[in-house]
C-alpha cells in the first residue's frame, strides 16, 4: 500500500456514499437483493479510517516505507509490492502499485502474468525472479521460516545493504495490506504517484 491520504480515504467513502444515493432510483435488484447501478456492484464503504484514528502509526509507516525503498529499483518494489498485495489479496494495495508500475514504465504483460511468475519465468530477469519468490516466502510463511534456497537466491542477487532494504520493503507491503484488508479499504480511486 505505501501510503494513502486521509482525503482518499475520506474521498472514498463518499463517493460510495454519493454512488448508493444517486443511483438508488435506477438501481436494479440482484438475485440476492443487492442493489447494482449500471451493472456493476456497488462500491464497499472503508470500515474504518485507521490513517486519521491512529495519525502518529500512520506517519510512523510512512517514514518507514521511505526508508525500506531507498536504493531499491522502483519497478522492482513494485512488482514486490503487487505480488505480496495478491497473496494478501489487499485490492486496495493492488489498485495502487500497478497504478505506480504503470507510471514508472512497467508493461501491463508483466504486471497480469506476475500472479503466474512459475510459469511466466521468461518475463522477467532472475533479480527479479529471486524477489518475487523472496516475497513470496516472507508473506506466506506456512512452513514457519524462509527456505535457505529461497534466501540464498535473494543474497546471490542483491549486496547485503540492497538485501537488507528489499526485506524491509515486503515486510513494510505487508504491513500496509494488513491496514488496507482489516480496515476494507476502496480500491479505484488512487491515481499513481499521489502517496509520494
Not at 447494482?36 to 510512523?60: C, I, N
Not at 504483460?109 to 524477489?131: D, N
Not at 506456512?142 to 529461497?150: A, C, K, N, S, Y
Request: with cysteine.
Amino acid at each position: 500500500m505505501t501510503t494513502t491520504t486521509n482525503d482518499s480515504t475520506t474521498t472514498a467513502a463518499a463517493t460510495a456514499a454519493t454512488a448508493a444515493t444517486a443511483g438508488a432510483a435506477v438501481t436494479a435488484a440482484t438475485d440476492d437483493g443487492a442493489a447494482t447501478a449500471g451493472g456493476y456492484e456497488l462500491e464497499q464503504t472503508p470500515r474504518l479510517d485507521w490513517s486519521a484514528l491512529a495519525p502518529d502509526v500512520f506517519k510512523a509507516m510512512v517514514r518507514l516505507d521511505a526508508a525500506a525503498r531507498k536504493g531499491l529499483d522502483p519497478k522492482l518494489l513494485e512488482l514486490v509490492k503487487i505480488r505480496a498485495s495478491q497473496l494478501n489479496h489487499c485490492a486496495f494495495c493492488l489498485d495502487m502499485h500497478s497504478k505506480d508500475a504503470l507510471a514508472a514504465g512497467e508493461s501491463v504483460e508483466r504486471i497480469v502474468q506476475l500472479a503466474a511468475w512459475e510459469e511466466s519465468r521468461h518475463f522477467y530477469t532472475a533479480k527479479e525472479l529471486a524477489a518475487i519468490e523472496l516475497t513470496e516466502a516472507v508473506t506466506v510463511l506456512t512452513e514457519g521460516f524462509v527456505p535457505d534456497e529461497v534466501y540464498g537466491r535473494a543474497a546471490g542477487c542483491f549486496e547485503e545493504a540492497e538485501l537488507a532494504h528489499l526485506i524491509a520493503a515486503i515486510t513494510v507491503i505487508n504491513a500496509w495490506n494488513r491496514f488496507g484488508v482489516t480496515c476494507r479499504l476502496t480500491p479505484g480511486h488512487y491515481r499513481a504517484g499521489s502517496h509520494a
